[in-house]
């Protein structure tokens, strides 16, 4: 007799599902949507959350971290806006259009919604209940994979911004979407974004959350144009946590660079799906992570170079104090008529207590025989020698200190294009510097 093993459900699972239940019938969007969703929440409910077991969760293991799921976030009443009017401090300075999200749904009273020529914005919650032709065309295809954090988020999709940017254009400022906690009460959020760039086009895309006592499933699929200039730049603090997943496609000759800063938060994996599907194409992928306390930070990336003549740069950067762990997986795949592929990871982890872990795991996978690729990992302290330098000109031990973290994370930092968002991060980071022990 076969006898089927099921695993037993853990409390955050069963709410997962209770969940996706209960909104299934109000969640946006009809037909081939709702089949998107449901064929999304049949696998993860074969599969549930991801566990030490999962080769790309392995170091963050969602099922023991996660205990309980909050239920979804209703939607926010003045008090949640108001509270989350002064949501993206941390750029503050920048000239930038802001589209404010307040607990996973559009705010467009809070927003910039200007118009101009060749730019349209929009909100995914809009266009999937009206079956709009972009969204239908892209949502759910820009990068396949069988991640459940994925499918998860498009389960349980709600709203999150629809933007286009047409043939040629270059928006006149960076576009700023600032996702933001403004209820009191702990609720969770599924916030799916499409942003489509058209060939020729320029754009700065900034992406923000701010989190108070919530849970965040974020993904955006990001659709590149062949001859494109695109900086994307990613922004996490709070103490919320924070799953989010970069799905995108980029095509011929064209420029992408990518950027993630995350300080102050609990629980936060950044995952990357890039694919390179037009030859001559450069990019730079980078972070930084600063940690402390017992923050948990995993950033996982799959670059995937389908096309030749392609060539990529990954460098992540991470301070830790306290009982912090940082997580690096970087994976870069190269297919086999991807040939004069030039790719490069390197990640480096600072450690600034005896408790702190780094586990850093980076890999190649190539099919193609001409091509240079390699990577490399480090992890250590503060140089104690560069430390008593400065130290014996009179310098104390903490700002010494703070001297060499802020060498150590400025020259990833340096790399941001775009000079109002670089300076930005940097007295972000200077901050967080401050604020140690």
């Not at 309980?68 to 750029?91: E, F, I, M, T």
């Not at 480090?378 to 010494?400: C, H, N, Q, V």
């Amino acid at each position: 007799m076969n006898v089927e093993l099921r695993p037993v459900k853990t409390p955050a699972e069963l709410a997962l599902s209770a969940s996706y239940a209960d909104a299934r019938a109000r969640l946006p969007g009809k037909g081939a949507v709702a089949e998107l969703r449901e064929d999304a929440f049949r696998r993860f409910e074969t599969r549930g959350l991801p566990h030490r077991r999962v080769e790309q969760w392995k170091y963050t293991d969602l099922r023991a971290l996660l205990r309980d799921s909050y239920p979804l976030a209703a939607l926010p009443d003045a008090a949640a806006r108001a509270h989350a009017k002064n949501a993206g401090q941390v750029l503050t300075g920048v000239d930038r259009r802001r589209l404010v999200f307040v607990d996973g749904a559009f705010a467009p009273e809070l927003s910039d919604l200007t118009e101009e020529e060749g730019l349209t914005i929009g909100s995914l919650a809009d266009a999937l209940a009206k079956a709009d032709p972009l969204v239908m065309a892209h949502v759910g295809k820009v990068f396949a994979t069988e991640d459940v954090g994925v499918a998860l988020n498009t389960a349980l999709m709600g709203d999150g911004a629809v933007i286009r940017i047409a043939a040629g254009v270059t928006p006149q400022r960076p576009i700023h979407l600032i996702f933001a906690a403004g209820s009191e009460t702990p609720s969770s959020a599924f916030v799916r974004s499409l942003i489509v760039i058209e060939k020729g086009a320029k754009a700065a895309i900034i992406e923000s959350h701010d989190g108070g006592d919530s849970q965040v499933n974020s993904a955006l699929e990001l659709v590149v144009g062949d001859d494109t200039q695109v900086d994307y730049v990613k922004i996490t603090q709070g103490r919320a946590l924070h799953i989010a997943s970069l799905l995108a496609t980029v095509g011929a000759r064209a420029k992408f660079n990518s950027f993630a800063f995350t300080g102050d938060a609990a629980l936060v994996r950044n995952q990357n799906f890039i694919r390179f599907a037009g030859e001559n194409t450069k990019a730079a992928i980078r972070g930084v992570s600063l940690l402390r306390g017992r923050d948990h930070v995993d950033n996982t990336l799959l670059i995937e170079h389908a096309a030749p003549h392609c060539e990529s740069r990954e460098q992540f950067r991470s301070v830790l104090d306290g009982e912090s762990h940082a997580v690096f997986q970087g994976k870069i795949v190269v297919q086999p008529h991807a040939q004069k592929t030039d790719a490069k990871m390197l990640t480096r982890a600072l450690l600034l207590s005896d408790n702190a872990e780094a586990d850093n795991k980076p890999e190649l996978e190539i099919f193609a025989d001409d091509v240079v690729c390699g990577h490399g990992a480090t992890a250590g302290a503060l140089d104690p020698g560069l430390k008593f330098y400065l130290m014996s000109r009179g310098i104390s031990e903490k700002e010494s200190e703070a001297l060499l973290i802020e060498a150590f994370i400025d020259e990833t930092i340096e790399e941001i294009a775009h000079e109002g968002i670089r300076d930005a991060l940097k007295f972000a980071a200077l901050k967080w510097l401050g604020s140690r022990g």
